[in-house]
Nanobody, 117 residues
Framework: QVQLVESGGGLVQAGGSLRLSCAAS????????MGWYRQAPGKQRELVAT???????NYSDSVKGRFTISRDNAKNTVYLQMNSLKPEDTAVYYC???????????WGQGTQVTVSS
């Protein structure tokens, strides 16, 4: 089992920045990627960004150039730096982890990000 704990959400004005953190614990050896998803009210959960253990990153088109995902292996923590935030970025952001090619996924409890116009 892998436990994921997110932090860093909050309320920010449009154009502002936030940094989310996700700390992983437990069977860390069983995962080789971590990432972020988000879910806005009435919408499906969608991919935001992922990063592999080899530091290969992937971003959704809607956040490219504004968000940056990074990781600190010593702390088993992944970060999401969010700049130039827009009201449409408002959502609950979930940390996600797993092993590529294996259907088992782990999820955090979610952290609310609200961007006011």
């Amino acid at each position: 089992q892998v436990q994921l704990v997110e932090s860093g959400g909050g309320l920010v004005q449009a154009g502002g920045s936030l940094r989310l953190s996700c700390a992983a614990s437990g069977s860390i050896f069983s995962i080789n990627y971590m990432g972020w998803y988000r879910q806005a009210p009435g919408k499906q959960r969608e991919l935001v960004a992922t990063i592999t253990s080899g530091d290969i990153t992937n971003y959704s088109d809607s956040v490219k150039g504004r968000f940056t995902i990074s990781r600190d292996n010593a702390k088993n923590t992944v970060y999401l730096q969010m700049n130039s935030l827009k009201p449409e970025d408002t959502a609950v952001y979930y940390c996600n982890a797993g092993r590529i090619g294996v259907p088992l996924r782990y999820w955090g409890q979610g952290t609310q990000v609200t961007v006011s116009s």
